[in-house]
């Protein structure tokens, strides 16, 4: 079996979002359903510019569980790394949508979702070694058996290049945010690729100022920081040399998905050998596609989509 | 303040059902939201019918807990027995529509939904015995410690006159089903009036044969049997009379909420004092109105609706 382009690890659940913006739950009345959670999207995004992705994860033995299976395979995510547990649920995940900048977030993951149930036994070593792009994020150190496996993966991996780590922070899934802060240290030594926003890399490494943070990922030992600021852009640096992109323009509909979006894009532009720049201002110009769009799984962008507003092109 | 017609104690939650009848969850791609659970469905269809009906239980302290005390005041349901339980979350119920006789549900209640976390002391003991109607169920027994509130409220209520225990069993929600058949057997000593179908007769008295089912319920010391036999009708018995009355007539659309929707019609029918026959008539024609529309809380009929359609016409 060809190795894959990008394996992710992580979170995946059924997003039920609202058919109406700017009202809280309490006043929808409608929603609408969709393949939702991190390391699930940037694999879908990863496979909508013609990458070979794969994911890694759990849903419950039911018939979301059968819909994720089934949605993952239309992308053309490979699922052979997708599991149906035994009486388990498959989380679910609501949201509010307050534009620019507010799209508060309701799980149901309790009490443990199955994405948080890998066991490192359970982990196809060859598959996660192999691959040309492994992505995880942080959400799924937040649990154990999840934490070790993700170890276990790390350990078959063995620091290969691109070997990414989505500092990904919610603060519920945590019970303090020191614990989160610990856990990230203990995994950014196993890892090539950092990308996080400014509250995500206090978390990880105790610095909200852009250049400060990714110093300090670089000194944990990744080679690639990636900071991501808003509208403020986009910082990425390497022992020689420092990128700053601005944002890209976007009216936005939806903030949900655009990081993951944004990372998919990235996945494609790191494998093509595009130069920082390049590949930032393409994740960049990806993520506001997606923002610019109502959903996230279903909003992720292909190439040419992301080529052509980058171009000056109008994105809807 | 004047005492209630109707209290009713137990489940609660947001019903999301699809908007598409015939397919599978995986096939489902809108949901309407919806308030739901069966004893608070009862008290919903007792205010529809006019009466002064309160619910005791428990939401999530999120918006869908908002929205169910809001929508319960819109019925005229009283909500001072509803508390919002801080860190927990509003249960929900999907289910699927397949007319005329499979409707599967899927809880979202996990590890324990806030309507099972009553605590004995929690109650309002005036508030229980003072009520026409006390009206509990047997998934409020599946967990403590709503069991022991329950028994709370039974000895509050000194088993006076119309003391309802729906014999509503769902397997899910218990370990086995002679866990059920224990906890429904320390139950019945305590009310006056015993209501299920089939399945929950054999649950509750080991029978099946419905008048065996009802002799066996007023051996255990009910005053008033009512066995639900779907297409077959209803059959009530007391110590001086059985009453057999046929099932109305229906194109059902969603069985679900047709039992609670009987439940509240029988509630007023036993408050207006009318015949074992009229009222049973009645609660039929109840639940054939809400087994012939789409949703369950909103779909409670009034009255007037009833009576039209006992008259002859039509119900919708």
Redesign the interface.
Known sequence: MRPHDVVTMGRVGVD?YP?RSGV??????????SVGGSATNVAIAAAVHGRRAGVITRVGD???G??IA?ELGRFGVDVSQVAALPGE?TP?TFC?IYPPDDFPL?F?R??KAPDLQIEPHELDAKVIRDARIFWATVTGLSAEPSRSAHHAAWDARGRAPLTVLDLDYRAMFWSSRAEASQAVAQALPNVTVAIGNAEECEVAVGETDPYRAADALLARGVQLAVVKRGPLGVLGRTAEETVEVPAHPVDVVNGLGAGDGFGGALCHALLEGWSLQRSLRFANAAGAIVAGRRECSTAMPSTAEVEAIMSGGSHE
């Open positions: 039920l058919t809280g739950l309490e006043d929808v009345e409608t929603f609408t359903k039911d018939p979301f059968r819909f089934r649920q679910l509010e309701y149901y309790r009490p």
